[in-house]
């Protein structure tokens, strides 16, 4: 604090010079915030002067007086005079004077009034200077005030946005703990007229969330103050906007025809209600009683419900009259529906956390990197959420062919898909988008994440057991594809082979070409690997017997082919259809042969390698072995290819390298597990959430069994 004379400088406060005023309020706005030098203020008889430059002063000698005024109440100071006339006049520049620096003090003044603790004895004694009830003789003199205090919002100025919410924030809150049951909702519904959620949502998709961050968190958990709000009001007939809002659901189901109907029918329209057995039941409601299904939802359940028959009101007649040719069990139950999913938006956005938990959380913030995960500016966009997961309710009942007893599995369903569309959206992403999203999301793309989060589920549950488990079966689904795949080769193959005959009976160069078939099967103890070449191919398989030539496994050095290891996603199969005879697929079979030793492999024209190697016998001398191509073959298909090159490998203990291979390891290693799991309980570990129902086994036989393809 500066070294000032407080006498001095009240006195200068009542000067007749503007310029002497203006200076002395200047020094003041510096050093009113000090409690000590606020009190000796006071006593001075400051505090009558200050109130007077801030009714009747203009320009900056305005703009550092509401400073000092706001300074003083932020230190609970100079409350008795706070009255009527200050409040008017504070209302009045807020709606008609447009220099940012008198608008930042006059909402810092506002701010500190309706939020004046609520246990303030002033306030006891005085109900009506505090509080949003102070606002209301002003606003109604100056009805453009709300209006005006939404537009400041979208201001370049951050510091005048952030103080224009600061004050919404204060009006929301007072309303919502201080009005009566009939109040609250109008003032609320008036500030959302006035697009109050739209200017929130820019902001908080915006990048001055550095200098607004405390302001939007305090409205995105007035949010859920008013959502829990809205959920603890109960539906009760008793309550005409509650009568209302039942009764306008119900005329919303029924067509222009039907209405017209009515009217032809005039008092018998009420005794042809009363009949009507499924008057609520058609709708979506599980009895003819429908306020006691909003008990859990409560009122937040009948506004999304009636916010979507109202904007949707064609949609919802057509999808009624869909459902009424429909057997009973097979209708969408639309009302359940609709509850469900608020239910779900509900938990997804933790609307029951504590209001002041995500300022807290800001509090501790230490990078902007943050502040994804905190802002959620979806949760302001709730209905339009709403009816986009109603939609997709729909979708997935229609795609799957739900019936009433599938209700809680396309609710599971519907969750997954907000937790993915919803919860994965960026701070930045729009809604229009997150809504685009949700419409397209695939169901087997949404079932495939189910099956992850219920092996997640299994994890968190056995942890390290299950993956123990896992690798076990993987080894297991190795060996079992490693047998299938030798056994290829012990049952053979035919594999066609192009020749072309350079030269004729004169020696010329004809260029003519003939196919032969090579047989080539493994032996029997899979040491050596037999082949021969026909002709043409037989009907029978050749005996292995006739087959003349072989390879000694033992001096394979190496496999190789041109076969893919990665799977055709243009076909979505590895499994193709060669051209034949001619395909340049092909396995190639390298092994080592001694100089002095003969082979087969002469046969075959591509047979030839230069490189030379040295080899030690076992009486020490050393051998010169030259690596040759011992025998190639042009497999018909890509199936074919692949049982035979990764057959290869693993007869020689290496690992497969086809994606077919791999996927077959990896469809045994999954069927493995599911299997194994069939034989858990949902008791057996401790599961997030209800535990599915156990089906009984009353009434079953042994003529039955588990669908482990179907998922």
């Known amino acids: 604090m500066e070294n000032i004379n407080i006498s001095e400088l009240v006195e200068r406060l009542g000067s007749d010079e503007d310029a002497v005023r203006k200076m002395a309020v200047f020094k003041l706005q510096s050093n009113i915030g000090d409690p000590s030098f606020a009190d000796v203020f006071i006593s001075e008889g400051g505090l009558a002067k200050l109130k007077y430059l801030a009714l009747t002063a203009t320009g900056n000698t305005l703009a550092y007086s509401l400073t000092s005024f706001a300074r003083l109440l932020e230190v609970d100071k100079g409350w008795e005079c706070v009255e009527q006339d200050l409040v008017t006049r504070i209302v009045e520049l807020i709606v008609t004077h447009p220099l940012v620096n008198i608008l930042r003090g006059a909402m810092s003044i506002l701010v500190s009034i309706v939020s004046h603790p609520h246990t303030s004895s ?11 009830q102070a606002l209301k003789p002003a606003i109604a003199v100056y009805p453009h005030f709300l209006e ?9 100025d951050h510091a005048l946005c952030a103080n224009a919410l600061q004050l919404i924030n204060s009006l929301m809150r007072d309303s919502i703990v201080n009005e009566g049951e009939a109040e609250w909702p109008k003032f609320i519904k008036r500030l959302q007229d006035l697009g109050v959620i739209k200017a929130v949502y820019n902001l908080m998709q915006g990048t001055a969330l550095q200098d607004l961050a405390h302001p939007l968190l305090e409205f995105q958990s007035s949010t859920k103050v008013l959502l829990r709000k809205w959920k603890d009001v109960s539906v009760e007939l008793e309550k005409p906007e509650h009568r209302r809002a039942l009764k306008g659901i119900h005329l919303a189901s029924k067509t222009e025809k039907e209405k017209e109907k009515d009217a032809e029918k005039g008092d018998d329209t009420q005794k042809s209600r009363r009949h009507n057995p499924e008057k609520w039941r058609r709708l979506g409601f599980e009895t003819e009683s429908p306020q006691w299904e909003f008990e859990e939802m409560g009122f937040l359940g009948m506004m999304d419900l009636t916010d979507y028959v109202r904007k949707h009101q064609d949609e919802f007649q057509k999808i009624l009259l869909e459902q009424s040719t429909k057997a ?7 009302a359940r529906a609709s509850l469900a999913v608020t239910s779900v938006l509900y938990e997804h956005f933790e609307v029951e956390k504590s209001d002041l938990d995500d300022v807290k959380s800001y ?5 902007r990197s943050n502040y994804d995960k905190l802002f959620k500016p979806l949760l302001l966009h709730w209905p339009k959420l709403h009816v986009a997961g109603l939609h997709a309710f729909f979708r997935l009942w229609k795609a799957t062919g739900a019936e009433q007893e599938d209700f809680s599995k396309i609710v599971e369903l519907v969750r997954i898909l907000i937790e993915s569309v919803v919860g994965g959206a960026t701070r930045t992403k729009d809604v229009n988008d997150v809504e685009e999203e949700m419409a397209e999301f695939e169901y087997q793309r949404l079932r495939e994440l189910q099956m992850e989060l219920l092996e997640l589920t299994y994890e968190d549950a056995w942890g390290q057991h299950l993956l123990q488990v896992r690798d076990e079966l993987h080894h297991e689904a190795l060996q079992f594809v490693k047998e299938q795949r030798i056994r290829c080769l012990l049952q053979g193959a035919w594999f066609p082979t192009e020749y072309t005959h350079n030269k004729g009976e004169n020696g010329a160069n004809n260029g003519k070409s003939s196919t032969i078939y090579r047989y080539v099967q493994l032996s029997h103890n899979r040491r050596y690997l037999h082949y021969a070449d026909f002709e043409s191919m037989g009907k029978l398989a050749p005996d292995l017997e006739t087959l003349t030539d072989k390879i000694d496994l033992n001096i394979v050095s190496s496999v190789v082919s041109n076969v893919s290891a990665s799977s055709d996603t243009s076909s979505g199969s590895t499994i193709k259809t060669l051209p034949h005879p001619s395909s340049t697929t092909k396995i190639t079979i390298h092994g080592y042969v001694t100089n ?20 030690t016998d076992s009486n020490g001398k050393s051998a010169t072995q030259k690596e040759a191509v ?7 298909s890509h199936s074919i290819a692949s049982e035979w ?5 693993m007869l020689l203990n290496q690992q497969p390298i086809t994606a077919e291979t791999n996927k077959l390891i990896n469809l045994v290693s999954n069927y493995g597990l ?5 034989n858990v309980r949902f008791d057996d570990a401790a599961f997030v959430g209800e535990s599915p129902e156990i089906p009984s086994r009353e009434g079953l036989d042994e003529d039955y069994y588990y669908d482990v393809f179907g998922g």
């Not at 005006?148 to 370049?156: G, I, Q, T």
């Not at 509090?363 to 990078?367: F, G």
């Not at 011992?630 to 018909?636: E, V, W, Y």
């Open 674 to 678: 599911k299997i194994r799991l069939l």
């Open 328 to 334: 009973q069990e097979q209708r969408c139950p639309i």
């Open 596 to 615: 002095h030793s003969s082979t087969s492999a002469s046969n075959d024209t591509s047979a030839h390698n230069n490189q030379q190697h040295q080899r």
């Open 645 to 649: 090159l990764d057959g290869l490998l």
């Open 148 to 156: 005006m205090l939404v537009s400041r919002l979208s201001s370049a």
């Open 630 to 636: 011992l025998l190639t073959l042009h497999p018909q």
């Open 122 to 132: 002033h306030r006891a004694s005085q109900p009506g200077i505090f509080g949003f």
């Open 363 to 367: 509090l501790v913030l230490e990078s």
